[in-house]
């Protein structure tokens, strides 16, 4: 008998097991949450699709990679209140219900914006049908998600360009003082909730004066305001790094949290009158403004990744400001930004390509924490 093969199979058994016990744990702990555990929740937003798991891939993606998510749609007002009589909580529910199977933090996103607005309520002429609809509208939803939502968008996007307030139906019916109402009405429906003014540009020194003017006349005013999110819609050079540094010190001096809540950065050209976020901006196609359309040339596949890692460390430099970090999407096949502002584009903004592999501006990312993946 040659004492050797069983030693040298035994060993191999060993080796292999080994090997496949490293492999689980890798799998299990070397992602995005894990790695920024310590510092901030870093949280996707979700389509239809991968609320309802549709792809059993992408849905475990999802609970690998993040441990705070919002949903891209289902809870704006023309989904979740279609009728002023009716509400919609289907897919709301299944959004809940995700996040809870994974212990994850849920934001609600968003309880009042001028945007994908139900029909009904452009229809408001004066300021008391206006308060009694924001109550309704507020009370109920606040209060169905009572202890299961972790913080709530309360107004989205309220501010011009040059920091003044937009001009909605909300403000033409109710006043100024909607905002006060507001965040009011979700305070007392569930007053454990956090609750968050979000809005796009705030690098722009004369919107974020007039944001820091708006989280200073809710305080005024005694309503609860608990953070700022600034919405990362960005590009490969700006807002400049200083710009972006400047909105965490100047909402956390207001004694309010800070949180990145739609991060994506653009690598397509934009239209020279084009800014922001604004859903309703449009622009014209042409091959200049569509430059990639099959794939990502690697030079700029490197700028991005760089960019992003710029970014975080940024954000890392101040995490005792920051609470949350989530990007627009979870892969660029998804992203918004495939039709803004121009329709059929292929833009390449998040850390997860089409294929939902790692890009790598995620491999920077997590190499900032010393994790090689």
């Keep these: 008998m040659n004492i050797a093969k069983p030693f040298l199979l035994m060993a191999t058994i060993l080796l292999v097991s080994s090997c496949n016990s490293v492999q689980k744990h890798t799998d299990a702990t070397v992602s995005l949450k894990n790695a920024y555990k310590d510092n901030f929740y870093i949280g996707a937003a979700l389509d239809t699709n991968q609320i309802k798991e549709t792809d059993t891939m992408v849905a475990s993606l999802i609970a690998k990679e993040f441990n705070s998510i919002t949903p891209e749609n289902c809870m704006k007002s023309m989904f979740l209140h279609p009728e002023k009589d009716k ?35 452009t229809q408001i002429k004066d300021s008391v049908t206006m308060s009694a609809a924001l109550n309704n509208h507020i009370t109920t939803i606040v209060k169905n998600y009572k202890g299961r939502i972790d913080s709530w968008d309360v107004v989205n996007e309220a501010l011009n360009e040059d920091g003044t307030l937009r001009k909605t139906v909300f403000l033409d019916t109710y006043g100024k003082d909607y905002l006060t109402l507001a965040f009011k009405l979700a305070a007392k429906a569930d007053p454990k909730v956090d609750l968050y003014y979000n809005d796009y540009n705030l690098c722009n020194a004369k919107k974020r004066k007039g944001a820091v003017a708006l989280v200073k ?25 200083d710009e972006i540094e400047q909105t965490i010190l100047d909402f956390s001096a207001l004694g309010v949290k800070v949180s990145f809540t739609e991060l994506d950065i653009s690598v397509l050209p934009n239209p020279w009158d084009v800014v922001g976020a604004d859903v309703n901006q449009k622009s014209e196609a042409s091959e200049k403004m569509n430059p990639y359309p099959k794939s990502l040339p690697d030079s700029i596949q490197t700028q991005l990744a760089e960019r992003y890692e710029a ?21 660029d096949g998804q992203s918004w930004l495939n039709d803004w502002p121009i329709k059929g584009r292929s833009n390449y903004p998040l850390l997860f390509d089409r294929e939902f592999k790692a890009k790598k501006a995620y491999n920077n990312i997590m190499n900032l924490k010393e994790i090689k993946r």
């Design 311 to 331: 970014i975080f460390k940024l954000f890392l430099k101040h995490q005792d400001k920051i609470d949350r970090i989530t990007l627009w999407g979870v892969n």
């Design 87 to 121: 509400f919609d909580f289907k897919m709301a529910d299944k959004f809940i219900a995700l996040g809870e199977k994974h212990n994850m933090f849920i934001h609600g996103h968003t309880l009042i914006w001028h945007s994908q607005l139900a029909p009904w309520f």
């Design 217 to 241: 006349n809710l305080q005024k005013n005694g309503a609860k305001i608990d953070g700022v999110g600034e919405q990362g819609h960005w590009n490969l050079i700006t807002p400049s790094l």
